[in-house]
């Protein structure tokens, strides 16, 4: 089973050997209608802190726009992502709902995620998709292999869709494009429907030993990456410097105020494990200080072979 979910979230293969085209362009809805959409008119350089930051600001114009134009492709690469994600996490739950109106409900999650995987193909359309996947990802794929139905209603629908849409309004706040804010509204209004339908299917005092401690070592690794910090900033100003000392780094970090970023995403994971009445859970992570951090905590590592940054979710 392992197998055939990891298959289903990493095809190399987009269009398959026969016309389906032809069907699927019925059933999906085409919000750009063929126009295409330049990165650097969608967001701009307050959507993501950039004009605080003293290293940026002293860059050329050219390095400056690159940036930006990269910044605004990652974000939607790593939601292209996501959503591919999303389609084989309500495949598997829905094979793995208790009963029929669960499974139903996983049905028509399916679909939803097809249909936001497909604006981000039409957003994506002519722009290189970078295939190596970032921890960010790659903990969400390996949640979506081994995890059970209870630990995934927990870590997908509570945490994880619950973060995304507090993520795709920061998105949404911030976008230029007209058409792009609409489909991301549109997009926030199904995923508020999934996370809803985990608070009302978790109850912790359900969980299996195993399950309990499988979610509090997924989610102490998880808030372990949000401690990491903006470093999508950073490693995209890290590589247009070639590199930084870790002086200028904490520069840049004090620039972003990455510090209170880092705390503000603490508090909303906490508050939506509290919402779903985790409350051991909770305790867990209290206990070993997995909300709290200070500056000097907040983790520099920027992988200079690797010019993608880990996550921008993070
Ligand atoms: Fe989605
Ligand atoms: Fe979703």
């Not at 699927?24 to 295409?36: A, D, I, P, V």
């Not at 940036?67 to 492709?73: A, G, H, K, P, T």
């Not at 429907?193 to 509090?216: P, R, V």
């Amino acid at each position: 089973m392992e197998e055939i979910l990891k298959n289903s979230m990493n095809k190399t293969q987009k269009r398959s050997a026969q016309d389906l085209r032809s069907i699927l362009c019925k059933k999906e809805r085409s919000f750009l209608q063929g126009q295409h959409i330049k990165l650097t008119d969608a967001w701009d350089l307050e959507a993501f802190g950039l004009q605080k930051v003293k290293a940026f600001n002293i860059l050329s114009e050219d390095k400056k726009f690159q940036i930006l134009n990269n910044m605004s492709l990652y974000r939607l690469q790593e939601a292209h992502s996501i959503e591919t994600a999303g389609m084989t996490f309500t495949a598997k739950m829905s094979l793995l709902a208790i009963s029929e109106d669960e499974q139903i409900l996983y049905s028509h999650f399916a679909k939803d995620e097809a249909q936001h995987l497909a604006y981000f193909n039409e957003m994506l359309a002519g722009y290189y998709l970078n295939s190596n996947d970032d921890p960010f990802i790659r903990l969400l794929k390996n949640v979506i292999m081994s995890g059970s139905r209870r630990s995934l209603i927990f870590i997908i629908q509570i945490l994880l869709e619950g973060w995304g849409i507090d993520h795709y309004h920061l998105m949404s706040f911030t976008c230029k494009h007209p058409l792009l804010k609409k489909i991301l509204g549109k997009i926030i209004a199904d995923e508020a429907a999934h996370h809803a339908s985990g608070l009302i299917l978790f109850d912790e005092s359900e969980l299996t030993k195993n399950e309990f401690k499988y979610i509090c070592d997924i989610v102490a690794h998880f808030l372990e990456l949000v401690t990491m910090g903006p470093i999508s900033v950073l490693g995209q100003i890290e590589s247009a410097h070639e590199s930084l000392t870790s002086r200028q780094r904490n520069e840049v970090y004090k620039d972003l105020d990455a510090l209170s970023d880092v705390k503000r995403k603490l508090n909303i994971l906490k508050s939506l494990m509290i919402k779903a009445k985790s409350l051991k859970i909770v305790k867990y992570l209290e206990d070993r200080n997995l909300f709290a951090v200070s500056f000097s905590e907040v983790n520099l590592f920027v992988n200079p072979a690797n010019q993608r940054p880990i996550s921008l979710m993070l």
